[in-house]
C-alpha cells in the first residue's frame, strides 16, 4: 500500500512553453501533498505544500506564479511550471502524506518527473 | 528554522564491509529524523525513522541508525554492505508540527559498493 505515481516520468518542451505534472496517492487518500525540486548531484527542496481544496503555501524563493499547484482531489494534485525556461529543467518529485494528526505523518514519494526545457 | 548537513558527498566501500554514513542537523525545535534511500531511477524509500524511545534504530536490510541528542547527530550504520546497497541516502528531520510534517534534507551521500 502507499503508492504514490507522478505522470509523465520525464518531459521535454521548448522555452516559453507551460508543462503540468501529475501526482497521484493510488491506494489512500492524500490530504496533504508536497513538492520537492532535486538539481543534480544535490539534495530536495522543498517548493511547496498541497492540502485538498485549499492554496498551496509556497516555500521562500519559490514563485507561486511560475509554478501552479492544485490540489483538487484526495488523490491527485498538480504541478504547472508556466513559462518554463532552461534553468527551470530539473527533477520534481511529489510526495502524499496521509493523515494530519499530531505528531508524525509518514510522506510517501512519487518516483519523479524529469523535465527539460531546450 | 532546520539544517541538516551530510558530512560526506561520496563513500566508496568494498562488499561487505562496514560502513557509517554520517548525518549532523540544526534546530530551535525537536525534530525526527528519517534516513531515505534512493536507488537509479527510482524514488525515494524510507529507510529507517527515529520519533521517540530508543534511540537505536533499525531497518530490515541490516541497517541502523543511533539518535545522538547532544551531538546532534543521526548517524547510518551496516556492519556488512551487499552491492545492492549501492544508492544515494538522504538524511532527513521533520520538526514537531501540528500535523504538517515538513521535511528538510541533507543533500545526501553516495554509497558505492565495490566488489
Known amino acids: 500500500g502507499a503508492v504514490v505515481s507522478q505522470h509523465p516520468s520525464w518531459v521535454i518542451c521548448k522555452s516559453g512553453t507551460s508543462v503540468k505534472i501529475e501526482c497521484r496517492s493510488l491506494d489512500f487518500q492524500a490530504t496533504t501533498m508536497f513538492w520537492y525540486r532535486q538539481f543534480p548531484k544535490q539534495s530536495l527542496m522543498l517548493m511547496a505544500t498541497?492540502?485538498?481544496?485549499?492554496?498551496?503555501?509556497?516555500e521562500q524563493g519559490v514563485e507561486k506564479d511560475k509554478f501552479l499547484i492544485n490540489h483538487a482531489s484526495l488523490t491527485l494534485s498538480t504541478l504547472t511550471v508556466t513559462s518554463a525556461h532552461p534553468e527551470d529543467s530539473s527533477f520534481y518529485i511529489c510526495?502524499?502524506?496521509?493523515?494530519?494528526?499530531?505528531?508524525?505523518?509518514?510522506?510517501?514519494f512519487g518516483p519523479g518527473t524529469r523535465l527539460t526545457v531546450l | 528554522a532546520q539544517s541538516v548537513t551530510q558530512l560526506d558527498s561520496q563513500v566508496p566501500v568494498f562488499e561487505e564491509a562496514p560502513v557509517e554514513l554520517r548525518c549532523n542537523y540544526s534546530?530551535?525545535?525537536?525534530?525526527?529524523l528519517f534516513w531515505y534511500v534512493q536507488y537509479p531511477n527510482q524514488g525515494l524509500q524510507l529507510l529507517l525513522k527515529y520519533l521517540s524511545g530508543s534511540t537505536l534504530v533499525e531497518s530490515i536490510n541490516g541497517f541502523e541508525a543511533e539518535f545522538n541528542k547532544s551531538q546532534t547527530s543521526f548517524h547510518l550504520r551496516k556492519p556488512s554492505v551487499h552491492i545492492s546497497d549501492t544508492a544515494e541516502y538522504f538524511c532527513a528531520v521533520s520538526p514537531f508540527s501540528g500535523g504538517y510534517n515538513k521535511l528538510i534534507f541533507g543533500a545526501g551521500t553516495r554509497l558505492a559498493v565495490h566488489p
Open positions: 510526495s502524499a502524506q496521509r493523515g494530519r494528526w499530531r505528531g508524525h505523518n509518514e510522506q510517501f
Open positions: 534546530s530551535s525545535v525537536s525534530v525526527y
Open positions: 498541497s492540502n485538498e481544496g485549499s492554496k498551496a503555501t509556497y
